[in-house]
T-cell receptor, first 113, second 113 residues
Framework: GESVGLHLPTLSVQEGDNSIINCAYSNSASDYFIWYKQESGKGPQFIIDIRSNMDKRQGQRVTVLLNKTVKHLSLQIAATQPGDSAVYFCAERERSNDYKLSFGAGTTVTVRA | DGGITQSPKYLFRKEGQNVTLSCEQNLNHDAMYWYRQDPGQGLRLIYYSQIVNDFQKGDIAEGYSVSREKKESFPLTVTSAQKNPTAFYLC????????????FGSGTQLSVL
């Protein structure tokens, strides 16, 4: 639930720059984290996930970093493109909550040309 | 073309009326989920089903009902008991429980007349 949060509701990025979207979580028992991208009027699309036994995972133009010490998750997007404009959600899987995914409120990313 | 199909895309409900949202998947996934999304908020879990003929309440099940008679189908009924039904409803599926890498449909926007 609201233990997962994106504390910057909006982010404006210049095209070509790198984007960093942050997410804080409070449940130290969470074992799995995932990032989704949602465009207006559509369902969320999977971007990348990471398990709690990892600190970093890379995909195509995206990197997820997990800092369990401070319960912080970030999504880095390299060379941001206009098509990256969307709402980005992080979610955690809570072992204490029947392994259900809990989603944060999302960060709206706008890419400036 | 595998995926999750939600219908209709837009739905209007009159006061006191029950309405049913359809969700079909051909991904052969065992688990299916219904989430509700309100503007500026994260996704909240309504109901989920791990196998056919079995389902569990999520965090906001009151005023909703589901069935899981077939693996491919997980319809959601918004009953007249749901006093604030206006929202974007998302159906998702995953290969297995516990929740991991959910695949989402394109959503149904429900509004009250």
């Amino acid at each position: 639930g609201e233990s997962v949060g994106l504390h910057l509701p909006t982010l404006s990025v210049q095209e070509g720059d790198n984007s960093i979207i942050n997410c804080a979580y409070s449940n130290s028992a969470s074992d799995y984290f995932i990032w989704y991208k949602q465009e207006s009027g559509k369902g969320p699309q999977f971007i990348i996930d990471i398990r709690s036994n990892m600190d970093k995972r890379q995909g195509q133009r995206v990197t997820v970093l997990l800092n369990k010490t401070v319960k912080h998750l970030s999504l880095q997007i390299a060379a941001t493109q206009p098509g990256d404009s969307a709402v980005y959600f992080c979610a955690e899987r809570e072992r204490s909550n029947d392994y259900k995914l809990s989603f944060g409120a999302g960060t709206t990313v706008t890419v400036r040309a | 073309d595998g995926g999750i199909t939600q219908s209709p895309k837009y739905l209007f409900r009159k006061e006191g009326q029950n309405v049913t949202l359809s969700c079909e998947q051909n991904l052969n996934h065992d688990a299916m989920y219904w989430y509700r999304q309100d503007p500026g908020q994260g996704l909240r879990l309504i109901y989920y089903s791990q196998i056919v003929n079995d389902f569990q309440k999520g965090d906001i099940a009151e005023g909703y009902s589901v069935s899981r008679e077939k693996k491919e189908s997980f319809p959601l009924t918004v009953t007249s008991a749901q006093k604030n039904p206006t929202a974007f409803y998302l159906c998702a599926s995953s290969p297995r429980q516990p929740s991991e890498k959910l695949f989402f449909g394109s959503g149904t926007q429900l509004s009250v007349l």
